[in-house]
């Protein structure tokens, strides 16, 4: 299954709590929560590149399943970490503390974030 392709945000839920847990100011998270977000996916083999457009802000990162790599965290900080693939259509990462899973159902991507016990999903459709 390939993750490749354009995918729009259609709905989030706790992205405030899950912001401000992370520590982005109230100017930026205000900024965020209605802002369009479009994620491109390029997949080759066990390459990505992954962009998130939101707004004005891009958040790009290229990793291969299993091997270090430096990534962008949420936050804007840049962190070594190691994306693992769980079946062909789960990526799991943790980001200093933040962990993400990544999930391809069909035309739709599920994304959540845990922070403790502060869970932000995500919910893209194929575009």
Same mark, same amino acid.
């Given at each position: 299954? *390939?993750? %490749?392709?354009?995918y729009?945000?259609? *709905?989030?839920?706790?992205?405030?709590?899950?912001m401000k847990a992370i520590g982005l100011s109230d100017e930026l998270i205000e900024k +965020? #929560?209605?802002? #369009?977000?479009i994620s491109e996916i390029v997949q080759d083999g066990k390459n990505f590149k992954v962009t998130v457009t %939101?707004?004005?802000k891009v958040l790009s990162n290229e990793f291969t399943? +299993? #091997?270090?790599?430096?990534?962008e965290s949420p936050t804007g900080q840049k962190v070594k970490a190691v994306v693992q693939m769980e079946g062909d259509n789960k990526m799991v990462v943790d980001l200093?503390?933040? #962990?993400s899973v990544t999930e391809l159902k069909g035309d739709t991507i599920v994304n959540c974030m845990s922070l403790g016990d502060i869970h932000y999903k995500r919910i893209s459709k194929r575009i």
């Open positions: 299954m *390939s993750f %490749t392709g354009k729009e945000l259609q *709905s989030q839920e706790n992205f405030e709590p899950f +965020g #929560k209605d802002a #369009k977000s %939101t707004g004005s399943i +299993g #091997k270090e790599a430096e990534l200093n503390g933040i #962990k």
